[in-house]
């Protein structure tokens, strides 16, 4: 019952967000979170719930608690995500051409993401 309230309550409130700013939400393409079984939940979920209203939602588990993970599996996998943040890192804020090329890259190779997000630990 108290999952299925947060479940409800997360749910509602990114309707509301969506809502207030004129966005379908079969227009939302994708979404990342944290896998809390109240985000993910196979049949209550808030992403479930929104997966009913857009079922080509894209979903993702984000990368810094993946390399949490990671880092409690084995220091090889620790240390494989800390170059893999580094270099995101690298490539998203050293500069602002670089920047700019990156995202120019990604376009042109039809990512599905036009950007990279900036990670710390």
Avoid: W
Wanted: hydrophobic letters at 40%; glycine letters at 4%.
């Amino acid at each position: 019952p108290a999952r299925q309230e947060r479940t409800s309550t997360i749910y509602l409130a990114i309707m509301e967000m969506l809502a207030k700013r004129g966005i379908e939400p079969t227009k939302v393409i994708s979404i990342t979170t944290d896998g809390a079984p109240a985000m993910i939940g196979r049949e209550e979920g808030a992403v479930t719930r929104m997966k009913k209203d857009n079922p080509d939602l894209l979903t993702y588990h984000c990368i810094i608690h993946q390399s949490v993970l990671c880092a409690s599996l084995s220091d090889e996998h620790a240390e494989v995500m800390t170059s893999v943040m580094k270099m995101i890192n690298f490539l998203r804020a050293s500069s602002s051409y670089q920047h700019r090329m990156l995202r120019e890259f990604l376009k042109e190779v039809d990512a599905k993401a036009d950007d990279l997000l900036l990670h710390n630990n």
